[in-house]
């Protein structure tokens, strides 16, 4: 009878969603193009992902941490790189905002080291964004996801997000579905792509602090008890500095794994678990679950669209030549944003 239930489901599932086929895409935004330095920077996507093949052969991790930094540069402002910029210590940049603590330095290192090597190569006409964007693709690809191709033309954005812009415009670890499915819907992204960018989730790591009031002061009674049981080893009390993976089956491996971690109970975060409680979204975690392949191209679709949202194009911005630094420092970018109105478009 269950499977005989679920089957119907998915049925439904399979039904109402899109069909994507391999070689279609979402819209691209105007100034954005798949061969936007085929004559500029023809060798671009080989330097970068020759490079991150031997960087992950050293540190899988990175791979992880490079495609958070690409969703975490997206959802805050755009796609135009201010993830990247270094505050001054006291600074209200991205970077110095309380999810930035847990952006690995490593990952940082990574982008600028890329950024040398392409504009050695290039001169200083790949930005920096554009960089991110490729970077995270590799990292799915190269740990066992889908390929697929990066809409290119982005530029680098002039002005930091402020701490608080960072805060409203990531979703918290503890929100529900609700919450999550209003918080995307605000920049475009619907349901399908919620659960779908969700399975980022299927590779990287976690700090307790970041799902310990699933723990403390008592258990959430929706997550598996031997899966808590372990957690509460990992994290002996609040405010612990361990880690822990974020999909038990695969840490490591790009796959679906993550939803079958839902399906289980077995998910980290709320934020997680919630998209299989949810009437709503539970059949397109069921869907993924059965099915890797649809998983994969609903996976590459909304990274597509993600990897566009308020992306500066054409003269926009610039291209820097540091990625931790706008090119010209000299003026205080709090001017920058009253005197060019280059705040970003959210
Ligand atoms: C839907 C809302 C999301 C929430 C609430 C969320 C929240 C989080 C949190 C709290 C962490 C752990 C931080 C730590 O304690 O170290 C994390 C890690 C991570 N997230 Fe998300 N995330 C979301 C969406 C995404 C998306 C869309 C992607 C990419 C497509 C993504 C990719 C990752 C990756 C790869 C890691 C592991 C990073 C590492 O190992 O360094 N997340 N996320
Ligand atoms: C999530 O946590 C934040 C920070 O601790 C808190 O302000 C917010 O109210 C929490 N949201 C929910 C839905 O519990
Ligand atoms: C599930 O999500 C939908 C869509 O946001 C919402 O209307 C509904 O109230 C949620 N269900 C529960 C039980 O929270
Ligand atoms: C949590 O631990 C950090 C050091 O790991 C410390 O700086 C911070 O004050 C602690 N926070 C609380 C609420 O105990
Ligand atoms: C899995 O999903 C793919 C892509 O949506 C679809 O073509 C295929 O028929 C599905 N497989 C099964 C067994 O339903
Ligand atoms: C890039 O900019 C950062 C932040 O201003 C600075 O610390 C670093 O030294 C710069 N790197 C190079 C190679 O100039
Ligand atoms: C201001 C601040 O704390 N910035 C940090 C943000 O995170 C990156 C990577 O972890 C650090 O390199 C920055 O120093």
Redesign the pocket.
Known sequence: MASLSLALVFLLVSSSFLVLDAQSSPPLVKGMSFTFYRSSCPDLEKIVTDYLRTVFRKDIGQAAALLRIHFHDCFVQGCDGSVLLDGSASGPSEKAAPPNLTLRPEAFVTINALRELVQKKCGRIVSCSDIVALAARDAVALSGGPNYRVPLGRRDGLTFATRDVTLSSLP?P???TP?LIAALSRINLNVIDLVALSGGHTIGISHCTSFEDRLYPTQDTTMDQTFSKNLKVTCPKKNSSNTTPLDIRSPNKFDNKYYVDLMNRQGLFTSDQDLYSNKTTRPIVTKFAINETAFFEQFAWSMVKMGQLSVLTGTQGEIRANCSARNSARSALWSVVDDEGEAAAF
């Open positions: 918290g503890n929100e529900t919450a």
